[in-house]
Nanobody
Framework: QVRLVESGGGVVQPGGSLRLSCRAT????????MRWYRQAPGKERVLVTSIGYDEGTSHLDSVKGRFTISRDNVKSTVYLQMNDLKPEDTAIYYC?????????WGQGTQVTVSS
């Protein structure tokens, strides 16, 4: 059974940091690209960052220099290190695994940036 389980969300003050994790089971993790999306209240879900099976990465312009995606194929886990968080980063963050036409989603984890 395919599962993606996110963790690490929470409430943090502006300028703070959080590290999200997404642990995958039920598929060959090392063959899949991995993405983090976010969805703010009343807005569409948007792609924040991605890492390919070859560890090539891409980022949304607004998070470049602040967010870092990484993966551990031994642990079947993808991470999102978020630094210098801003109120506009507040959203539910979702993990996504993709391979050709296949796509799997986690349940999401809430990140709230507020003073």
């Amino acid at each position: 059974q395919v599962r993606l389980v996110e963790s690490g969300g929470g409430v943090v003050q502006p300028g703070g940091s959080l590290r999200l994790s997404c642990r995958a089971t039920g598929f060959v993790f090392r063959s899949y690209g991995m993405r983090w999306y976010r969805q703010a209240p009343g807005k569409e879900r948007v792609l924040v960052t991605s890492i390919g099976y070859d560890e090539g990465t891409s980022h949304l312009d607004s998070v470049k220099g602040r967010f870092t995606i990484s993966r551990d194929n031994v642990k079947s886990t993808v991470y999102l290190q978020m630094n210098d968080l801003k109120p506009e980063d507040t959203a539910i963050y979702y993990c996504n695994a993709y391979y050709r036409q296949l796509s799997y989603w986690g349940q999401g984890t809430q990140v709230t940036v507020s003073s």
